[in-house]
Nanobody, 120 residues
Framework: QVQLVESGGGLVQAGGSLRLSCAAS????????MGWYCQAPGKQRELVAL???????VYTDSVKGRFTISRDSAKNTVYLQMNSLKPEDTAVYYC??????????????WGQGTQVTVSS
């Protein structure tokens, strides 16, 4: 019904930058929020950044001032600009979008994940 496709991950050195993208397609009526989560080996998945339908943003403390979440609503796409990357940022990053479908059901959709590796 709704598909999320992520791109932009890769291997970078500490201090470098990456830009992640996540585009949604399918039977979408309204997207209420878009967010990025990370999951490092042996750890639980946790929120990195979120943007709401009204444009409000939330960041986890460890990325404030380094990462920026933004969106292109017309394209159902959310971005995560990641600057000043640190080895501890290494994780699989997952996109999530909260979507009201054509049938008016509300549910979360997840992207496939993209690996971000930061070397020291």
């Amino acid at each position: 019904q709704v598909q999320l496709v992520e791109s932009g991950g890769g291997l970078v050195q500490a201090g470098g930058s990456l830009r992640l993208s996540c585009a949604a397609s399918g039977s979408i009526r309204t997207i209420y929020s878009m967010g990025w989560y990370c999951q490092a080996p042996g750890k639980q998945r946790e929120l990195v950044a979120l943007i709401t339908i009204g444009g409000d943003t939330v960041y986890t403390d460890s990325v404030k001032g380094r990462f920026t979440i933004s969106r292109d609503s017309a394209k159902n796409t959310v971005y995560l600009q990641m600057n000043s990357l640190k080895p501890e940022d290494t994780a699989v990053y997952y996109c999530k979008q909260k979507v009201r479908g054509f049938d008016y059901t509300l549910r979360d959709y997840w992207g496939q994940g993209t690996q971000v590796t930061v070397s020291s």
